[in-house]
């Protein structure tokens, strides 16, 4: 989609009538166990002045996270009305026997605090599954947190939900509808147990522009599916993975309640948010040296270009060769090959891009003589873009990965302690 | 199955009338490049005395290797039958242009080296893809391979096999069918890229016992289902998978024809071999420290269990935690639950195994209180058993797999090189 909105600072606090606060309660560990030293935040709120339209796609993961259960049941009570969210890290609250009890009084408690109905309150926990999430650190958070409510604080909020995380991701564009400026903007939270299904690790979109429940819901479902659900860390889907999208119609557009002119402009902005989101949580994957992108094209199908893509920067034999810059086109071949997709591999082209350049590195299939220098120059930047072309159609699609590396194993054998 | 066989040494030598050879050709570097340096075999060759029976699987992926297609042509055309295995390391001959006429060319030499028709060899490669098969190393070879041939030179073929493996991997047994003594035997290849799909990497298989191609491709279908098929090093699927199985019937014994007694004592001695060997492989995967095995029990059908207990092994973060002996069962009950398996969370239980005890981490869904430091002591350990029951049914598997370390990444950063 083409870029005609311009890139605004304030994440959840872009939109208008949107304020945030975090804090540190001690979820994981007594507050006072280390004097002197600040820790970082580890829960939050975002609040919106008056009540929004609200949409929200979760994990598809069998065993999901107590707070998708609630947070689900509270929509559907609230016929997809929200207006506040809390939001924790370092304990995932799935997996307890009293995880919905816990969940539910996480809401009830911002609730009373806000003098709001409960069913308008969405609640996200990431971090250790397993674990008994201690309720007493919320319940004196809470106040801590209505109390410090401003408009603006988005990026006290984007530091509360990071674990792994080695930065805050926000994102937020101002556009245009029927003359009314709008604001979309989103935090994002994530680096490993990224593979998403349907949705992915907790995402908060919040817009002033106004529209209906039911056109937030249609466009979320439809950009997640080319923007978070592109997205794979390491293949392991996570059990709390979610995405909620705020619109609370301060901008004071007339609410898009179809598929008009103003819709698609809506969605490409969304678009813009939820893909530059995305390219961030992959290059802030666990351990992770560089982005990798997997640009498919020449596809019969979407969902053919998907799942191609998707293998590849899947495969861990790729993600090494990443890591390495190491040109093994054979490995993306490989990856293609049993991607499932209905594919002809004679057909396939592949090339290695970045901004120094680009190499061809298979032609119809076959392997071909190829600069090595050339492509180890490329596979050492940062960014790189693997493209592949199918050659049998007309349809495209990006996934969006990162090398797997020394440290995602360092992280991941010891990140209970 | 009963372990009523007995181990015997001979690995692909150990059935009656199969003699084999191995040596160093030069198929990645030139034989000479460095003075001196005694080179690892990489090519060999095993022929049966007498015409064989001959079953075989294939790897599913989409990219295949030009010697897959060769010797599935070749089987087709001589209706299942085989005298010579002729197969290379450090090459997979896949992705090349001239593949197959290589491949062929293969057969041919070896062919008219034994004077038996070229549709009567099966070959295989492995290695890097998309690199071009020197032929001039291979026809210097052949002579000196079918010059060299023995009874029990099976060592001498199983190491030419090796790529990143690290020990090569040989399994025969004894057993008894009407009275005759027959042996069965194998080798196999592999350490990375394993993820197979209705075959695996390079095994072979022979035995003297006399079985009709048809019951021989019924068994290997059957037991591969439960035996290659449930391991996964890396969860990508290999472009030249293969398993043969070649029997020559100088046991004896009456051919076993239809799902008689014998075809079921075949069968578990096929299992027995093909099981040992599945072992093998996982516990020396790339940069493996420990083998991992996830056992499934409770499942209302096999199909069930398999998708599980395979979705646990494949998992990074359950591959990770496994390295730093860490019992996140969290990582379990996620990799369970996007297993794509349709099954009740709050029924799972979940425990660890090993020589050093047992202990239960998971009830009914819910993390337990449980002893981290035996957990621990148990994790520590080089064989491990994830045991989960799905208290759904009557169905069990055991999935073979390996941990997630820093060598694979370093194997793999920099394989080609």
Not at 126 to 138: A, R, Y
Not at 227 to 249: E, H
Not at 256 to 285: H, P, Q, W
Request: glycine fraction near 8%; hydrophobic fraction near 40%; proline fraction near 2%.
């Amino acid at each position: 989609m083409d870029n005609k909105f311009t890139y605004i600072d304030g994440g959840i606090c872009a939109a208008k009538g949107f304020k945030a606060s975090g804090t540190y309660c001690g979820i994981k560990r007594p507050a006072n166990d280390t004097p002197g030293v600040k820790h970082k935040n580890d829960i939050c709120l975002f609040v919106s002045d008056v009540v929004c339209n609200t949409a929200a796609v979760y994990t598809q993961n069998k065993v999901k996270g107590a707070p998708i259960i609630v947070t689900k049941d509270n929509l559907e009570k609230s016929d997809n009305k929200a207006i506040a969210v809390i939001a924790n890290s370092k304990n995932a609250n799935t997996c307890n026997a009293d995880g919905v009890e816990k969940a539910k009084r996480m809401c009830e408690l911002v609730a009373n605090e806000l003098n709001i109905p409960q069913e308008q309150v969405v609640v996200a926990s990431t971090g250790v599954i397993g674990l008994t999430l201690p309720i007493e650190p919320v319940e004196k958070a809470v106040p801590i947190l209505v109390n410090g409510l401003e408009y603006g604080k988005n990026e006290e909020a984007a530091t509360a939900i990071m674990t792994t995380d080695t930065v805050k991701k926000e994102y937020a564009v101002e556009f245009e509808i029927d003359g009314f400026t709008c604001h979309l903007g989103g935090m994002a939270k994530g680096s490993g147990m990224i593979h998403p299904n349907m949705a992915t690790t907790l995402n908060f979109i919040t817009t002033d522009c106004a529209v209906s429940s039911k056109m937030l819901q249609k466009a979320l479902s439809e950009i997640v599916k080319v923007t978070y659900n592109c997205l794979s860390i390491d293949g392991d889907t996570s059990t709390n993975d979610m995405v909620s999208l705020m619109a609370n119609g301060l901008a004071g557009n007339k609410e898009i309640t179809d598929e008009c002119e103003s819709f698609e402009i809506f969605k490409s902005a969304l678009y813009e948010v939820m893909a530059n989101l995305t390219r961030m949580l992959a290059k802030d994957g666990e351990g992770a040296t560089k982005l990798v992108m997997c640009e498919v094209s020449g596809a019969k199908d979407k969902e053919t270009a998907i799942i191609c893509a998707k293998s590849v920067i899947c495969s861990p034999l790729v993600k090494t060769a990443m890591f390495g810059a190491d040109a093994n086109c054979g490995r993306i071949m490989g990856a293609l090959g049993y991607s499932g997709a209905d594919i002809d591999p004679l057909k396939i082209d592949v090339s290695y891009q970045s901004v120094s350049g680009s190499v061809d590195v298979c032609k119809g299939g076959y392997v071909v003589d190829f600069n090595e220098e050339k492509a180890k120059k490329i596979l050492l930047d940062d960014e790189i873009t693997i493209k592949v072309n199918l050659n049998e159609g007309n349809c495209g699609i990006t996934a969006y990965g990162c090398d797997l590396t020394y440290d995602y194993v360092k992280i991941n054998g010891d990140y209970r302690t």
